[in-house]
Nanobody, 123 residues
Framework: QVQLVESGGGLVQAGDSLRLSCAAS????????MAWFRQPPGKDREFVAL????????YYADSAEGRFAISRDNTKSTVYLQMNRLNAEDTAGYYC????????????????WGQGTQVTVSA
């Protein structure tokens, strides 16, 4: 079965950087658009960034543009989210998602989800 396993979350200070990883198994990884979503405390889950199956195309939410970078290594079936200049508003559970050839950024565009990794940014 398909599994997505996130790692790399933790407690950091404002201004720090963090890199999240999501290892996928059970699917032809390069066929899948991969994305990161996040859910801040008490709020709905929101889109952060996505990357096409080849890695050639990326798209970011306004809140991530210029600070976060999504990348993937298809040889390792892993997608990454490099997060720089973190602030308290970035505190959230971060989830990776996989959608076969999807081009959407809504949750229902993605078929598989990981369990999430917590990122907490102290002011």
């Amino acid at each position: 079965q398909v599994q997505l396993v996130e790692s790399g979350g933790g407690l950091v200070q404002a201004g720090d950087s963090l890199r999240l990883s999501c290892a996928a198994s059970g699917l032809t990884f390069s066929d899948y658009t991969m994305a990161w979503f996040r859910q801040p405390p008490g709020k709905d889950r929101e889109f952060v960034a996505l990357i096409s199956g080849s890695g050639a195309g990326t798209y970011y939410a306004d809140s991530a543009e210029g600070r976060f970078a999504i990348s993937r290594d298809n040889t390792k079936s892993t997608v990454y989210l490099q997060m720089n200049r973190l602030n308290a508003e970035d505190t959230a559970g971060y989830y990776c998602a996989a959608g076969r050839y999807t081009i959407g950024i809504t949750e229902n565009a993605f078929d598989f989800w990981g369990q999430g990794t917590q990122v907490t940014v102290s002011a």
